[in-house]
T-cell receptor
Framework: DARVTQTPRHKVTEMGQEVTMRCQPI?????VFWYRQTMMQGLELLAY????????DSGMPKDRFSAEMPDATLATLKIQPSEPRDSAVYFC???????????FGQGTRLTVV | AQSVTQLDSQVPVFEEAPVELRCNYS??????LFWYVQYPNQGLQLLLK??????LVKSINGFEAEFNKSQTSFHLRKPSVHISDTAEYFC?????????????FGSGTRLSIRP
């Protein structure tokens, strides 16, 4: 059963610490998305990649967030330093194209205290 | 630029009653349209999609949506809801003509089913 795998599922960290979230996209998918979900802002697109190349990261705070795809089986989202306002659920999704169906992971629930 | 509006943030209905969740979009080009469902503490799952062809699309669990180009709408309907349909539903749109066009999500509609 092919699925997008995200680790960790939950993360509690102190303000100022570095946080790394990992995503394994579905094998064969060439597009990876990072979303952030909060009660106030809803679902926000942070960045997305096609064939491992970043297409758009305009939704991401550049000073503290970074997204990479070291290889086709791994996408990472880093926050350094983390702040309480970064507390949210972060979703990774993958697909065959940017504009067609996206398959979502279970999310990483991040709490920054 | 494309946008999606889900007019209702919450929709309470009684079990076995019909439901309609509204979705309107704006775009200057042809679009793909999607409905996703999010159950508590889970990621979003695709419920149904319109890519081309018949304007009426259906899911395996009884939901259907109709693409109405003239009204720029893609409302989601179910004739009789079940407790297990309690979830948040997201409408989404993307540009058909560009494979680099991202999917834009609406703000979501929380469907709560009363017994």
């Amino acid at each position: 059963d092919a699925r997008v795998t995200q680790t960790p599922r939950h993360k509690v960290t102190e303000m100022g610490q570095e946080v790394t979230m990992r995503c394994q996209p579905i094998l064969g998918h060439n597009t990876v998305f990072w979303y952030r979900q909060t009660m106030m802002q809803g679902l926000e697109l942070l960045a997305y990649f096609r064939n491992r190349a970043p297409l758009d990261d305009s939704g991401m705070p550049k000073d503290r967030f970074s997204a990479e795809m070291p290889d086709a089986t791994l996408a990472t989202l880093k926050i350094q330093p983390s702040e309480p306002r970064d507390s949210a659920v972060y979703f990774c999704a993958s697909g065959f194209d940017v504009n067609t169906e996206a398959f979502f992971g279970q999310g990483t629930r991040l709490t920054v205290v | 630029a494309q946008s999606v509006t889900q007019l209702d943030s919450q929709v309470p209905v009684f079990e076995e009653a019909p439901v309609e969740l509204r979705c309107n979009y704006s775009s200057s080009v042809s679009v793909y349209l999607f409905w996703y469902v999010q159950y508590p503490n889970q990621g979003l799952q695709l419920l149904l999609k319109y890519l081309s062809g018949s304007t009426l699309v259906k899911s395996i669990n009884g939901f259907e949506a109709e693409f109405n180009k003239s009204q720029t709408s893609f409302h989601l309907r179910k004739p009789s809801v079940h407790i297990s349909d309690t979830a948040e539903y997201f409408c989404a749109v993307s540009d058909q003509g560009s494979s680099a066009s991202k999917i834009i999500f609406g703000s979501g509609t929380r469907l709560s089913i009363r017994p």
